[in-house]
């Protein structure tokens, strides 16, 4: 296979230039995979151009994006392929469509659906391939990577990808735990929502800054409804207490029955509305320990 890719690659050059081309000679390709818990990367370096690189973060399936050393693109599309061999006749280029390019370091990010199908084509011996038509005026441009020495780093990346947490920072930053059983306890589902922001918060020292603002229907009087948002809310911090997080990096708030999700006119619309209501931030710093006696523990203002 090596002397048949060499015999192409010295046809390659032989051939007018349609396009400026950026690939690693045959015998100095490398690819490397690398991560933690929180994203893995598999990339090649791409002479004089940069790296083309899979990315997967946590809680997402990868993709695939282009780095690039100065800014050799300018807006608008390219054409993302998964190049067929050169010694397997027969066989087409097989177009997974465009990509929207900018300026920058990074000039795009494929969907998923096409890094899926690049890496199944790297696995089956072909290239990716980006085609760009270069900024107005200039030469097109063609970014080729190549299948060698492939498979031991894709192992290793799918080493890697089984260590990623269940979920990044952007999906969990933001969470609902419900009560719809009406009590103030937790249970097993919420438990099991709160075990998957427990374990990130533990992963990431930077989060250390959580809001909890509990939430009631409009069943009881407004200050028995006040009274079970904040237990709900409490029963949360609680959790995360006994999980490791120091209780001055959370803040309290309830708010009884003021601001529903959706109007209490059936059952199932006031189970939506009993809820604790989660916000995770970063490099905050440490608030006043919250208690109930606390400035960290706020009651919303009545009317």
Known sequence: MRQRYIAFLSLFTCLPALAVTFQTRLENVEW?????????????????????????KAGEQPTFRLKAFGNPFGPGSATLLAAAAPWQ??????????????????????SEAQAGRLLAGLLDGRSPVVRHHGREGGEPLEIRMLPV??????SDFQACSAKLLPMNFDQ?????????????DLDAQAKAKLAVMAAYIKADPTVNHVELDG?????????????????????????????????????????????????????????????????????????????????????????
């Open 89 to 110: 006749p027969g066989r087409g280029d097989v177009n997974l469509g465009a990509v929207r390019v900018s300026d920058g370091e990074v000039p795009f990010n494929s």
């Open 172 to 184: 969990i930053k933001q969470a609902e735990i419900g009560f719809p059983g009406g009590g103030v």
């Open 149 to 154: 020495k492939f498979k031991k780093a894709y």
């Open 215 to 303: 939430h009631s229907d409009n069943a009881g009087n407004r200050l028995t409804n006040r009274e079970l948002s904040r237990r709900r809310a409490l029963a949360v911090m609680d959790y995360f207490k006994a999980n490791g997080m120091a209780e001055n990096q959370i803040v309290v708030r309830f708010h009884g029955e003021r601001y529903p999700l959706v109007p209490n006119i059936s059952e199932a619309n006031r189970a939506r509305n009993r809820r604790v209501q989660i916000h995770l931030e970063r490099g905050v710093p440490p608030a006043v320990a919250p208690t109930e006696k606390s400035p960290a523990v706020k009651a919303a203002a009545t009317s």
């Open 32 to 56: 490397t995979a690398a991560g933690d818990q929180f994203e893995c990367r598999l990339a090649q370096p791409i002479a004089d151009f940069g790296s083309g690189e899979f990315v997967r």
